[in-house]
């Protein structure tokens, strides 16, 4: 998508108090799918936000046990399937809280699973499902399973065969100190999946993506020269407290401090590696935001100042989703396309982001 600005819509934009841009790249990508529609990662969340006309698709990529890449946010399955019904004494403990974890299940197993919107389980009561979006698809309704990147790959190919588009795909590899601890290379496991399939450079539509600053520059200094492979990659940027990446240190896991990506210089050395950056929102504009001040950082500016692409997460309208600085989707969407000059979006409604970059462009027509 091209997005560009007539005189018109530049005295609107400066009327709002938004600064406006040269003409750019906007990417939309479908996070986990149109997953603001249905059960996220399904393939009918994948082909719903193919059909809306999106130019990326995010897949979450975790091994199961016979060393299979399935497509989960999570690399446990409670959160999104009905495992605790179908396998209900395969848990491990974890922090006093029983979790069932994709990597204990083979393939074959995994299939008999039916997925589900997003839910959460009333402490004590198994049987109590909350969703964590009310007003999105219903629990387990219709039928819906976890599928592998393989198939979601072809899914993706095959459309756009018939179609005659050429939609990217957006892996990201979930916890390879997790998998690497469970003695699994999740990351040589997902390049050979790409590779297989004709993702090997830089001008292929793949944007490979991590939030292990450790295995991100593994992949590009070591692993993808080994396998003779240069595509785009993406660091992906979360709080250390999030414990999104753990460090094992004489065998205690320990949260990877992610603070350095803040401070004069983290740019540069994260374009030593990757190519882009995916930062949450809220590392751009901050809380405490208003329409008429937004408290705002510089970490768009020092990255595409060291040539990085900007590709923040998440942005959804559900209720309470849309942050005091913005009055709806829309105004939220161009404070970070016109006003911050971010390069794309990851969203659960892509058809919104779609509709607000296509009319952008309409306005020169």
Request: glycine content about 4%; hydrophobic content about 40%.
């Amino acid at each position: 998508m091209r997005f560009r600005i007539t005189a018109t819509l530049l005295v609107s934009l400066l009327f709002s108090n938004t600064a406006a841009i040269a003409s750019a790249e906007k990417l939309v990508i479908a996070h986990r799918g149109a997953s603001g529609y249905l059960p996220e990662h399904t393939l009918a969340a994948k082909a719903m936000a193919y059909a809306m006309g999106v130019d990326y698709i995010e897949q979450d990529v975790v091994m199961t046990k016979d060393n299979r890449l399935v497509v989960l946010h999570d690399h446990y399955l409670d959160r999104v399937t009905d495992v605790m019904t179908v396998f209900p004494n395969r848990y491990r403990e974890v922090e006093g809280n029983k979790r069932w974890f994709a990597i204990d299940f083979t393939l074959a197993e995994i299939k008999r699973l039916r997925v589900s919107e997003g839910f959460s389980v009333d402490e004590g009561d198994s049987t109590s499902l909350k969703a964590n979006y009310p007003t999105r698809f219903p629990l387990f309704k219709a039928h819906f399973s976890v599928s592998t990147l393989e198939e979601e790959i072809e899914l993706i190919q095959g459309l756009n065969h018939s179609t005659g588009k050429n939609i990217g795909i957006y892996p990201e590899i979930k916890s390879p100190w997790f998998h690497r601890h469970e003695g699994k290379d999740i990351s040589k496991a997902v390049l050979r999946t790409l590779k297989k399939y004709g993702y090997t450079s830089k001008t292929d539509r793949v944007f490979l993506q991590c939030f292990d600053p450790i295995e991100t520059r593994r992949i590009n200094d070591v692993l993808m020269p080994e396998m003779k492979m240069d595509i785009n990659l993406v660091q992906l940027i979360a709080m250390s407290d999030w414990n999104e990446t753990m460090v094992y240190s004489n065998g205690e896991a320990q949260p990877y401090n992610y603070d350095w990506m803040f401070k004069p210089g983290g740019m540069k050395k994260i374009a030593e590696y990757a190519d882009g950056i995916g930062p949450w929102k809220s590392m751009i504009v901050m809380p405490g935001s208003t329409r008429e001040q937004l408290k705002t950082t510089n970490i768009v500016r020092d990255a595409h100042a060291a040539n990085l692409l900007v590709h923040p997460y998440t942005f959804r309208l559900d209720p309470t989703r849309i942050p005091p600085y913005a009055e709806d989707f829309e105004e939220l969407l161009s404070v970070f396309l016109i006003q911050m000059k971010v390069d794309g979006v990851f969203t659960d409604f892509p058809d919104r982001a779609v509709s607000f970059v296509r009319q952008l462009e309409n306005e020169q027509q």
